[in-house]
């Protein structure tokens, strides 16, 4: 009988019939029962006075539970062109929890930064991206570590820092769908775009 | 007299009108918490004829708490019922709750309801709540977290809403919920990954972080009028906003200096403040409830650990020491209680860690749980995971024995985000 003792000791608390009362101010108590219908409804404007809310906040006629939806199609489309027309020599791959451009990337790295200190007027920028493993918001960071590994690795053959800008998707965006190594090896990567 | 006799004869009467509540609101309950108090919840008179039902609403939010067994009545109940509380007791009930809907002229609707106490014979609440057609399920969360609050003494948490992402193929939809998952609406709809919504302590704005400019950049919205700001797009990733608990500055994390590191600006935008300087990644904070400190994720010691820093600044002390991957942290309204995501043989698991000073205990059998969160009374927490292929949203209460399942339409559910007491 342990929550009978619990609850009816609470039931004597004053607080809690307090805060009913402060709960809403759409809310009205009821008399006792009777066999009377109960008449003790105030009027009411609208819908003020959710609990905690400011009184008068929300605009008489309005559901508390509005949400007003945003659309964002449309402005995709070209986004997704774009990733498509990635070639596949743009694409540098990396081990699991690491950073570091491996040696077979260098001469495809080279010819980008020569590419950029020739024409100064150039813009790219590298996409970091991560397998599905883990926080979403840790493998962004993840993902902006490895472009600016690589960033920072075509600065350092030539290009302008101006002309480069590092970002990352983390796991947002996959090459390749799958939860498995070779899905993930694919995964793990930065991608050089130009702008 | 012995409670488990009663409850024997409850079993029986609940097996029947069982079904459809699970079927409306697929609140699946796994393992059984230690005492849960017998509540009869009778269907509201009048409630047949609308949408909206309330009394399977105040029944699967009383059980989601894990402190009631909910029960259909087996005969018609409202709160002008001349109730035979004695009758009630003797089949097991220690409180009944019976209701009423009905349309005003005006296009609104009454809600009333009453509880009785069956064990002392006497009545606790008698309410009436005037509401919108839109607000009737906030109204039926109203009449649970009432209940919940006379028989506890603790405020329940029905009323509040929560915030998660959907993914169903190429679109990405930031729904805002009610705290069981149902009564959804869209907030944003994108073609690109929406990810760490966060809500204002007000309850009425989000920030979150949006790809649609092809880079990750925060963003915060006004729900009511879908009025949105950038209010983190500088160079590099922009992402993991956290709220101030007094809601005038955003902590986040800002690449523009070249490593990932924390910053704060102002809620409305404005110059960001380095608040941790290190070569490392730094990033996830999290205000404590007192404001004045943040809990964040930093690599700096090899792999990711969760660490304190002053919200001003200042000495960083590292929290998490079991494990080589803790992530994603999330304090307790109270400040006392951390969870987190460990990751442990390779399966990412769902932990919480008392700050006082205690060892981590962790809370599911999944292995990809992700984002935890807090419901505002500390009771509950929300995180996503998968379960059979599917990436879904769940709750369990802190000993971790039991846990629900918020709706799922079949597509893939992250992100998820408990709102506060406020809307």
Redesign the interface.
């Known amino acids: 009988?342990?929550?009978?003792t619990?609850?009816?000791r609470?039931?004597a608390?004053p607080l809690?019939a307090l805060?009913?009362v402060l709960?809403?101010c759409?809310?009205?108590?009821?008399?006792?029962?009777t066999?009377a219908?109960?008449e003790?409804?105030k009027p009411?404007a609208?819908?003020a006075g959710?609990?905690?809310?400011t009184p008068g906040a929300?605009a008489a006629?309005?559901?508390?539970?509005?949400?007003?939806?945003?659309?964002?199609?449309?402005?995709?489309?070209a986004?997704?062109a774009?990733r498509a027309a990635a070639p596949s020599q743009r694409i540098v791959y990396f081990d699991f929890d690491s950073f570091a451009i491996k040696n077979e990337f260098n001469a495809m790295l080279d010819g980008h930064a020569r590419a950029l200190a020739a024409s100064r007027d150039k813009r790219m920028?590298v996409e970091g991206h991560t397998d599905e493993?883990?926080?979403?918001?840790?493998n962004?960071?993840?993902?902006?570590?490895r472009a600016?590994a690589v960033v920072r690795s075509l600065a350092l053959l030539g290009a302008g820092e101006q002309q480069l800008?590092?970002?990352?998707?983390?796991e947002?965006?996959p090459a390749v769908p799958g939860s498995d190594e070779e899905a993930w090896s694919r995964n793990r990567r930065a991608e050089l775009k130009d702008r | 007299m012995p409670r488990r006799q009663f409850l024997g004869v409850l079993g029986a009467l609940g097996a029947a009108a069982a079904a459809p509540a699970a079927a409306q609101f697929r609140v699946e309950i796994s393992g059984v918490g230690a005492t849960q108090v017998p509540v009869v919840v009778g269907d509201f008179r009048g409630e047949a004829a609308g949408s909206v039902r309330l009394a399977a609403i105040v029944r699967a939010d009383l059980e989601r708490s894990g402190l009631f067994r909910a029960l259909p009545a087996d005969q018609p109940l409202d709160e002008s019922s001349n109730i035979n509380l004695a009758e009630w007791r003797g089949r097991g009930a220690d409180a009944v709750v019976g209701g009423s809907v009905s349309r005003l002229a005006d296009g609104r609707f009454d809600v009333r309801f009453r509880l009785w106490d069956a064990v002392r014979n006497e009545q606790l609440l008698g309410q009436s709540k005037v509401v919108l057609p839109e607000d009737l399920r906030l109204a039926a969360h109203r009449v649970a977290d009432e209940v919940h609050e006379k028989l506890t003494g603790e405020r329940g948490v029905n009323a509040t809403r929560i915030a998660y992402v959907v993914r169903t193929g190429r679109r990405f939809t930031l729904h805002v919920t009610d705290a069981d998952g149902e009564g959804g609406q869209v907030a944003l709809a994108s073609p690109e990954s929406i990810i760490s919504p966060a809500w204002a302590p007000n309850g009425r704005q989000l920030a979150y972080v949006s790809f649609e400019t092809q880079k990750a950049v925060v963003w915060v919205q006004d729900l009511s009028t879908g009025a949105r700001r950038r209010v983190a797009a500088f160079r590099g990733s922009n992402s993991a906003p956290a709220w101030s608990p007094d809601g005038t500055r955003l902590a986040v994390t800002l690449s523009q200096d070249g490593p990932s590191q924390l910053y704060t600006l102002p809620a409305e935008g404005g110059t960001p403040v380095r608040l941790t300087r290190s070569d490392s990644i730094d990033t996830e904070a999290v205000y404590a409830p007192d404001g004045r400190s943040i809990y964040f994720v930093s690599d700096r010691g090899g792999g990711p650990q969760i660490y304190r820093v002053p919200a001003s600044g200042g000495a960083v002390q590292r929290i998490t020491f079991d494990g080589s991957y803790n992530v994603s942290p999330a304090i307790s309204p109270d400040g006392t209680l951390l969870a987190y995501v460990t990751r442990r043989d390779g399966a990412f698991k769902l932990m919480t860690l008392e700050l006082g000073g205690g060892s981590p205990l962790s809370l599911t059998d999944t292995r990809h749980d992700e984002s935890p969160s807090f419901a505002p009374n500390g009771r509950l927490l929300l995180y996503a995971t998968r379960l059979q292929g599917s990436d879904v949203l769940m709750t369990t209460t802190l000993d971790g024995r039991i846990k629900t399942r918020l709706v799922s339409s079949g597509a893939d559910m992250r992100e998820p985000a408990w709102g506060p007491y406020s809307r």
């Not at chain 1, 493993?133 to 840790?138: K, Q």
């Not at chain 1, 800008?165 to 983390?170: D, L, Q």
């Open positions: 009988m342990k929550q009978h619990r609850w009816t609470l039931l608390t809690a805060m009913l709960a809403g759409e809310t009205t108590q009821l008399d006792e029962p066999a219908p109960v003790s409804r009411v609208g819908t959710a609990a905690g809310g929300a006629g309005t559901p508390q539970s509005q949400v007003a939806t945003v659309d964002l199609a449309g402005q995709g489309a986004g997704a774009a920028v493993r883990g926080s979403r918001e840790y962004l960071a993840l993902g902006q570590k600016e800008e590092a970002v990352s998707f983390g947002e965006r």
